[in-house]
């Protein structure tokens, strides 16, 4: 009764929130990757939702908090797909609202766009209701889509876990609309990379100095308080990624936040082809939570050991930066595990693409481990002609 299980399990975990055992398709809470700012996405899939009568909602509350306390320290966003919600799994308007004044300021301050996918006019029934005990500033963050393509604006969609029933109800709507089924979207080939781009390919492309320079800029600012936690204008962001991927200089004293170049370094990181500490080892650092704690870190340098050359020498400059971060955490309050939860799904995730809540703590984890031991776990391999330390 004391803790609570990951949001996303097996068939044969029941949450404690359900009263009696799901089918084998319950989870409906996900992480889902990032929007064009940087930020955590969760997604909120009503068609999932169990029956009523098999919800004990007062434990779903506190189930929801305690899975958004891991984010809210940190800009988010949420999408949430109406579809599916009827009269069988439709919580009361008494619970939605107790519900809507648990979430204290914690949780909305941090909470940047809140994206509702396929409104009914039950939605609009119930914003009229609500209206009056949300904040205006509040309600400017909340947006209605009509479509899913329109997410596309706001987020990498391909990374979105959308549900099947979602994506024939979003198909039917169109087909409505243009009177047939909207044909399957042809994609253009993919353009070869510039021979200057850094955004988007793999690390033989990248040039080391930019990380370097990156580094630079962050050493006067380590200090700052809640360094790497907040986002950045998406267009000054796309600004500089075309200057890198063109072959420009960037000079960010020109621009005078710090937090562009750290948001710029995330998405470095995000957009590669293959994740930084590459596809190989997800399942390993998906079981190091049933590692013994005594043992986590030599296992830890098992995995960064039979990374390649360049993934490594790029690690281990990384880390050895957010070691630095973290041993100023009493002035930025960027402690290791504060800077695993920015940086743990921008340097791993499933080859699928999107990431579940439950493999969050264990990649958390792991990123933790590399910062805070970072000495020990870099210790024994070097680079050749590598200036990384």
Not at 211 to 236: D, K, M, N, P, W
Not at 311 to 334: D, G
Request: aromatic share 12%; hydrophobic share 35%; glycine share 4%.
């Amino acid at each position: 009764e004391g803790s609570f299980p990951p949001a996303v399990s097996g068939a044969e975990a029941v949450p404690v929130y359900l009263q009696t055992r799901p089918g084998p398709d319950h989870s409906y809470f996900y992480l889902s990757g990032d929007d064009n700012s940087g930020r955590k996405v969760i997604t909120f899939s009503c068609c999932r939702m169990p029956p009523s009568h098999q919800l004990n909602h007062s434990r779903l509350l506190e189930y929801l908090k305690y899975t958004l306390d891991q984010y809210v320290e940190n800009d988010y966003t949420v999408v949430y797909f109406h579809y599916g919600l009827n009269s069988r799994n439709k919580p009361s308007l008494s619970w939605l609202q107790s519900a809507y004044k648990e979430f204290d300021r914690k949780y909305k301050k941090n909470l940047k766009a809140l994206y509702i996918v396929h409104p009914t006019n039950f939605i609009k029934i119930l914003w009229k209701i609500f209206k009056p005990l949300i904040s205006h500033k509040f309600g400017k963050k909340v947006t209605s889509l009509n479509y899913l393509s329109e997410l596309s604006e706001h987020l990498k969609y391909d990374l979105l876990i959308v549900p099947q029933e979602v994506i024939r109800h979003d198909e039917n709507l169109q087909g409505k609309q243009k009177g047939r089924l909207p044909p399957a979207a042809k994609r253009p080939p993919p353009r070869p990379p510039l021979p200057t781009q850094q955004f988007g390919v793999s690390l033989q492309y990248f040039q080391r100095e930019h990380l370097h320079c990156f580094v630079f800029v962050f050493l006067t600012g380590l200090r700052i308080e809640g360094l790497f936690r907040r986002s950045a204008s998406i267009q000054t962001v796309k600004e500089i990624q075309k200057l890198y991927n063109q072959g420009k200089p960037v000079n960010f004293d020109d621009y005078g936040d710090i937090n562009i170049p750290a948001v710029i370094l995330k998405t470095f990181l995000r957009e590669l082809p293959q994740p930084l500490l590459t596809f190989e080892p997800y399942d390993q650092i998906l079981e190091i939570t049933s590692v013994e704690s005594s043992l986590r870190v030599i296992r830890c340098k098992q995995i960064v050991q039979g990374l390649p050359e360049h993934n490594y020498a790029v690690l281990k400059y990384l880390m050895c930066f957010l070691h630095m971060v973290s041993q100023e955490s009493i002035f930025n309050k960027m402690t290791g595990s504060n800077l695993a939860c920015v940086f743990g799904l921008n340097l791993i995730w499933s080859p699928q693409g999107a990431a579940s809540l439950s493999a969050l703590v264990p990649i958390n984890l792991i990123t933790e481990l590399l910062i805070d031991f970072y000495s020990k776990i870099f210790s024994s391999r070097t680079v050749s002609g590598e200036a990384l330390p």
